[in-house]
């Protein structure tokens, strides 16, 4: 009798499992930011282009030194720039990872950034760079003041 209540049991539990309808997932509203297609930005925004080094152990200070004047010339040589600056890490909290210098490049729109990847003065640059270079990372964004 046991046996067959445990059985009878199972059955109705599977067979109420089967019945049921199958929900949709949950629907996720997508932040406005992430749906809008266009990549430009209003018209007074700048794009900014942050770039961040970290140089090889075996790297001397001239080499640095190099990187940096090579890439301070940069908007002389390629009329898309709009603005640049540089530093090297100055924050006590130590979490820069390695990376010691941050450059920032302004350009008005996407097109500049697009023409400027590609310019012959850019690519003479990451030519001075690339020997020295340990890690990068860059992060492109348009400027926002709420």
Request: with cysteine.
């Amino acid at each position: 009798m046991r046996l067959s209540n445990l059985l009878l049991l199972l059955l109705l539990s599977l067979a109420t499992t089967a019945c049921q309808e199958e929900l949709p997932p949950p629907t996720v509203e997508t932040p406005a930011v992430m749906e809008n297609e266009t990549t430009e930005a209003a018209p007074d925004s700048l794009l900014r282009h942050a770039v961040f080094f970290s140089f090889k152990d075996e790297a001397t200070q001239a080499d640095i030194d190099r990187v940096q004047q090579a890439f301070s010339a940069l908007p002389e040589q390629i009329a898309q720039i709009q603005d640049y600056e540089w530093g090297t890490n100055n924050s006590p909290e130590n979490l820069n990872k390695g990376f010691t210098h941050a450059f920032f490049v302004t350009f008005a729109s996407e097109a500049d950034r697009e023409a400027y990847l590609p310019h012959p003065a850019h690519q003479a640059f990451v030519e001075v760079l690339q020997p020295h270079l340990k890690d990068v990372f860059v992060v492109d964004y348009w400027a926002q003041r709420d």
